[in-house]
């Protein structure tokens, strides 16, 4: 399956981008933490189900251990994890309150960039194939008419093919280590039923 990407327009006209058309990636589904252990037991691994679970367990938790003690943590070549603050200023250095000012800590990714895996924007661009979620939509229907009337000719009920995404969810804030800023000025908001990043 391609990487899904929605089009929708930028209807704030408090912005220059109003009324221009951007892509935003759509999500049929979140994998939960289980389903990702099972899945990685079935890539013709020779550990179960349990041993996957246990050993991403242990890693999660030694991953946030480190962070904590104010290490940067590479994950293979997928790319770094790192801790970042957010905080109110001050108007001098002495005035600066560590319990007060810091409002926020943040986990953030940054993805490899090594010749190895070179996962910037522009190389992982490269990697992915797009389709847009409106011609999903219409082949779906495409195909289930077609079977619909295959089906009326045998006298039969028609299976029609359908897509069942999971609610949308909330994008973090820009620059927390969600997922970068748009730039396309917030335009559009989640609608079908479908994760937006």
């Known amino acids: 399956m391609p990487v899904l990407v929605k089009v929708s ?12 058309w951007y892509g935003r990636v759509v999500n049929t589904k979140t994998m939960s933490y289980s389903e990702l252990c099972k899945h990685m037991s ?5 550990y179960g189900e349990d041993v996957c679970l246990g050993v991403a367990n242990k890693l999660q938790n030694c991953i946030l251990e480190q962070l904590l003690e104010g290490k940067k943590v590479q994950f293979g070549e997928l790319g770094t994890f790192y801790l970042s603050v957010k905080s109110t200023g001050a108007s001098e250095e ?7 000012n810091i409002q926020g ?13 070179n996962l910037s924007s522009k190389m992982l661009k490269k990697k992915a194939a797009f389709m847009n979620v409106k011609d999903l939509v219409e082949s779906a229907k495409k195909a289930s008419g077609s079977s619909s009337n295959d089906n009326e000719n045998e006298n039969e009920n028609p299976e029609p ?4 995404p999971e609610p949308g ?3 973090p804030e820009p620059g927390t280590g ?11 908001g989640n609608s079908g039923g479908v994760e937006e990043g």
Not at 161 to 164: A, E, H, K, P, Q
Request: proline share 2%.
């Open 105 to 117: 800590l943040y986990l953030c990714f940054a993805p490899s960039r090594t010749d190895v895996n």
């Open 94 to 100: 002495k005035d600066f309150n560590l319990g007060n």
């Open 9 to 20: 327009q930028n209807n704030n006209d408090k912005t220059t981008a109003f009324g221009k």
């Open 42 to 46: 079935e890539h013709n691994s020779v």
């Open 169 to 171: 969810t909330v994008n």
């Open 178 to 188: 969600g997922g970068g800023s748009n730039d396309n000025g917030g335009g559009g």
């Open 161 to 164: 093919g359908t897509v069942n």
